[in-house]
């Protein structure tokens, strides 16, 4: 289904009873509907808005028939989620699930009561300071982490055994990300490491993104990283077009690139994280505190290869890359 037709469908807000503070969140288990707030950075594709369900469902919250979800996104404009983050307050809703760093950040500006479920990709505890220790979060804020970063070494690797030869390899970063710089270091430590020139290219919207594969075709780098990062999830399909029409071989963090015809992608389960992420949710309106939830970290990582984008570049996926794979996309 086209993002525009999802977003007309899904991003609709459905009113219902809501708690104001996780102290109240116990009322969601008399009858009626109870109230979550959704916000995200970028648009939401089917799967992951069915993970969030199914996670809810696991903790008996049907959206329709006892739970009601008001979607907020930020459609890849981050600036305007603090803005958004205080629509769902002001209603008030009983939950906040926060989608991705900035939405995190941004929800927590927002409420000192309202509980918050987050799902990042970075330490929300020394990166993002969302909450004061993993095991006893503290306060109204909990979530799932999952690692994207610490990954960017095994994700250079892939490509090299992908590409061979490679010498100079492109790394496209979104400096507004204040995870950027740690996902730098990592990467320039592995690099190093494996004898390989990196061309850093900073992009934080749309136009900067074209220019960024402008000038990684013009440097002739041998094929490209592209970051970690929510803005870069949103503009999946033009990632995509744009290494195909630059014949640029390009890694990416999610296997939803890998669907959409990027050509290899390593990563957490974005899916299994938003799954944890709506059982936390369901669990808060039961009367769970969001201070004795401990922070989950997703431990299912997916490694995705489309084959028909490397025929398409004349590369030869090595048999040991097709037998590790999770998914070989034909």
């Given at each position: 289904?086209?993002?525009?037709?999802?977003?007309?469908?899904?991003?609709?807000?459905?009113?219902?009873?809501?708690?104001?503070?996780?102290?109240?969140?116990?009322?969601?288990?008399?009858?009626?509907?109870?109230?979550?707030?959704?916000?995200?950075?970028?648009?939401?594709?089917?799967?992951?808005?069915?993970?969030?369900?199914?996670?809810?469902?696991?903790?008996?919250?049907?959206?329709?028939?006892?739970?009601?979800?008001?979607?907020?996104?930020?459609?890849?404009?981050?600036?305007?989620?603090?803005?958004?983050?205080?629509?769902?307050?002001?209603?008030?809703?009983?939950?906040?699930?926060?989608?991705?760093?900035?939405?995190?950040?941004?929800?927590?500006?927002?409420?000192?009561?309202?509980?918050?479920?987050?799902?990042?990709?970075?330490?929300?505890?020394?990166?993002?300071?969302?909450?004061?220790?993993?095991?006893?979060?503290?306060?109204?804020?909990?979530?799932?982490?999952?690692?994207?970063?610490?990954?960017?070494?095994?994700?250079?690797?892939?490509?090299?055994?992908?590409?061979?030869?490679?010498?100079?390899?492109?790394?496209?970063?979104?400096?507004?990300?204040?995870?950027?710089?740690?996902?730098?270091?990592?990467?320039?430590?592995?690099?190093?490491?494996?004898?390989?020139?990196?061309?850093?290219?900073?992009?934080?919207?749309?136009?900067?993104?074209?220019?960024?594969?402008?000038?990684?075709?013009?440097?002739?780098?041998?094929?490209?990283?592209?970051?970690?990062?929510?803005?870069?999830?949103?503009?999946?399909?033009?990632?995509?077009?744009?290494?195909?029409?630059?014949?640029?071989?390009?890694?990416?963090?999610?296997?939803?690139?890998?669907?959409?015809?990027?050509?290899?992608?390593?990563?957490?389960?974005?899916?299994?994280?938003?799954?944890?992420?709506?059982?936390?949710?369901?669990?808060?309106?039961?009367?769970?505190?969001?201070a004795d939830l401990p922070v989950q970290q997703t431990v299912k990582f997916e490694l995705a290869i489309n084959a028909s984008t490397a025929k398409a570049l004349g590369l030869i996926v090595p048999d040991k890359l097709l037998v590790a794979a999770d998914e070989v996309i034909e």
């Amino acid at each position: 289904m086209p993002f525009d037709q999802l977003h007309r469908r899904d991003f609709i807000s459905l009113l219902g009873g809501a708690s104001a503070a996780w102290p109240l969140a116990a009322r969601a288990q008399q009858p009626g509907v109870a109230l979550i707030g959704l916000l995200a950075g970028a648009q939401l594709d089917d799967r992951m808005l069915s993970a969030i369900r199914q996670g809810l469902k696991d903790a008996s919250y049907v959206e329709g028939r006892n739970v009601a979800i008001k979607y907020r996104t930020a459609d890849g404009r981050f600036n305007r989620l603090p803005g958004l983050a205080a629509e769902l307050v002001a209603d008030p809703v009983a939950v906040i699930v926060a989608l991705g760093t900035q939405a995190a950040v941004a929800a927590k500006a927002a409420t000192g009561t309202i509980p918050i479920v987050f799902v990042v990709g970075a330490d929300p505890v020394r990166e993002l300071g969302l909450v004061s220790s993993l095991n006893r979060p503290g306060g109204n804020v909990t979530g799932v982490t999952f690692l994207v970063n610490a990954l960017g070494a095994k994700r250079l690797e892939l490509l090299r055994e992908l590409v061979p030869g490679t010498k100079l390899i492109g790394f496209l970063v979104n400096p507004a990300n204040p995870t950027t710089q740690s996902h730098i270091t990592d990467i320039q430590a592995a690099a190093r490491a494996l004898g390989v020139e990196l061309l850093m290219l900073n992009a934080s919207s749309d136009r900067e993104i074209d220019a960024a594969f402008e000038s990684l075709a013009q440097q002739r780098v041998n094929a490209v990283i592209i970051g970690t990062d929510q803005l870069f999830t949103s503009r999946r399909d033009q990632l995509v077009v744009l290494a195909a029409r630059h014949a640029l071989p390009a890694i990416h963090y999610l296997r939803e690139f890998a669907d959409a015809g990027g050509l290899i992608s390593y990563g957490a389960s974005i899916t299994d994280a938003y799954r944890l992420a709506g059982g936390y949710a369901g669990r808060i309106l039961r009367g769970d505190k969001p201070a004795d939830l401990p922070v989950q970290q997703t431990v299912k990582f997916e490694l995705a290869i489309n084959a028909s984008t490397a025929k398409a570049l004349g590369l030869i996926v090595p048999d040991k890359l097709l037998v590790a794979a999770d998914e070989v996309i034909e």
